[in-house]
C-alpha cells in the first residue's frame, strides 16, 4: 500500500475536496474517459467524466434525499470490483459521509471482491448498507438497505429484492442530475474506514481534511504521470490509491470483474489494449 501520511506539495489548481475533483475533470474533457470496467462475458462499461459526474451527481441526490446521508453518516459499500461501486464511493464523499469499505481479500465476483467483499467483513451499525447481495442486506439493521443491480442496463432490481430495500437501479435514475452538497464535511470529519483490521493507519480513520491529500500523496509514490491510465489492482486498503489518485492526476481508472484470474498474457493483452500502466 502506498503511505498515505506523507505531505506531497499540493499542484497547484488541486481541489479539495471530491464534488470539485469531479468538476475539474469536467472542464479538463468532459468526454475523456475517467472509469472503464471489464464485467463477466466480456461486458465492458465506459464512463466519460461528463457520465461519470452525473451517475455520482444521481447518487449524491439519493444518498441525500432518501437516505439522508451527510457529514458523519456512515455508509457501507459491500459492492465487487463494478463501476457502480466506484459511483458509490465518489457519492459518499460528495455528500460528506464515512465510506465503509468491508474488509476482505482480493478475488472474483463470486467469490468476494477487492474492495468490499460480502460476508464475515460487512460492518454492523451503518446507517446506510449498499449491496448486490440478498444476504448481505439483510443485516443492514436499523438502517437502509440499497440493493443495487449489477447488469450494466438493469432498470431495476428485479424480483429478488429483499423487503424494505431501496431499488438503487429505478431510483437512482429519478434523481437530479446535478449534486449541490447541503452541508460540507467539516476536516476532522471521518471520510473513510476500513474495519477488520485494514485501517490505513491502526486504530485512524481517514478524515475529509486528508483525503485530497492521500490521494495526491499516493499519486506521487506511485509516480502517477499527468492523464495516468491507471488498472486498479489492490484492496480495500488502496480505495485511495487505487481509486482517488488517477483523477487527481486527471488520469482514468481501470477496473476488471476477477483480475486475479487473469493469465500473464491475458493481463498483458489488457494493459496493451486500454494503453493502461
Given at each position: 500500500m502506498a503511505s498515505l501520511t506523507g505531505s506531497a506539495p499540493l499542484p497547484a489548481g488541486t481541489p479539495r475536496d471530491v464534488p470539485a475533483l469531479l468538476r475539474r475533470l469536467l472542464d479538463d474533457d468532459p468526454g475523456r474517459p475517467r472509469l472503464?470496467?471489464?464485467?463477466?462475458?466480456?461486458?465492458?462499461?465506459?464512463?466519460?467524466?461528463?457520465?461519470?459526474?452525473?451517475?455520482?451527481?444521481?447518487?449524491?441526490?439519493?444518498?441525500?434525499?432518501?437516505?439522508?446521508?451527510?457529514?458523519?453518516?456512515?455508509?457501507?459499500?459491500?459492492?465487487?470490483?463494478?463501476?457502480?461501486?466506484v459511483c458509490w464511493l465518489l457519492a459518499t464523499w460528495s455528500v460528506g459521509a464515512c465510506a465503509v469499505l468491508p474488509g476482505g481479500s482480493a478475488g472474483g465476483s463470486s467469490g468476494g471482491s477487492a474492495y468490499g467483499a460480502p460476508g464475515a467483513g460487512t460492518p454492523p451499525g451503518a446507517d446506510?448498507?449498499?449491496?448486490?447481495?440478498?444476504?448481505?442486506?439483510?443485516?443492514?439493521?436499523?438502517?437502509?438497505?440499497?440493493?443495487?443491480?449489477?447488469?450494466?442496463?438493469?432498470?431495476?432490481?428485479g424480483p429478488g429484492l429483499p423487503p424494505g430495500a431501496i431499488d438503487a437501479a429505478s431510483d437512482i435514475r429519478a434523481q437530479g442530475d446535478v449534486f449541490v452538497p447541503p452541508v460540507l464535511p467539516v476536516p476532522g470529519d471521518p471520510a473513510l474506514d476500513l474495519p477488520g483490521g485494514l485501517q490505513l493507519r491502526p486504530?485512524?480513520?481517514?478524515?475529509?481534511?486528508?483525503?485530497?491529500?492521500?490521494?495526491?500523496?499516493?499519486?506521487?509514490?506511485?509516480?502517477?504521470?499527468?492523464?495516468?491510465?491507471?488498472?486498479?489492482?489492490?484492496g480495500p486498503q488502496d480505495a485511495v490509491a487505487d481509486l482517488l489518485a488517477p483523477l487527481v492526476r486527471l488520469g482514468s481508472v481501470l477496473l476488471h470483474h476477477d483480475l486475479p484470474a487473469l493469465t500473464p498474457d491475458d493481463l498483458t493483452h489488457l494493459l496493451a489494449q486500454e494503453r493502461a500502466t
Open positions: 472503464t470496467w471489464y464485467g463477466p462475458g466480456g461486458e465492458r462499461v465506459e464512463l466519460s467524466a461528463k457520465a461519470l459526474d452525473n451517475w455520482v451527481a444521481k447518487t449524491a441526490n439519493l444518498l441525500v434525499n432518501e437516505l439522508d446521508a451527510g457529514p458523519g453518516s456512515r455508509v457501507a459499500i459491500a459492492l465487487p470490483t463494478h463501476w457502480r461501486l446506510v448498507l449498499v449491496s448486490a447481495d440478498p444476504a448481505v442486506l439483510a443485516t443492514a439493521g436499523t438502517g437502509y438497505a440499497v440493493a443495487v443491480a449489477l447488469p450494466a442496463l438493469a432498470a431495476n432490481y486504530g485512524e480513520q481517514l478524515r475529509y481534511g486528508e483525503l485530497i491529500d492521500a490521494a495526491v500523496q499516493a499519486a506521487a509514490d506511485a509516480g502517477m504521470p499527468a492523464r495516468v491510465r491507471h488498472l486498479a489492482r489492490g
